[in-house]
């Protein structure tokens, strides 16, 4: 004995934010990894209607000078 149990079920637990929420994500164009849209590490540019998530400045800076690039179905993105 000696062992406790929790007195709730689990579908009556309170959830913990942390681990409960999933932040919406996007693709970062030039290098593919998953960016959080709601705190993109290297912010965001918009070309012809669109927004688009950067994982770095680096990734965000090569995008806006070459976009048509990293927008090719073609490219495989950047290997970091």
Known sequence: TGVQTCALPISEMPKIPFFSKHPDTATDPVCKMDVDTSNPNGGKHDHDGETYYFCSPGCRVAFSKEPEKYL?????????
């Open 72 to 80: 090719d179905p073609n490219f495989e993105g950047m290997h970091m």
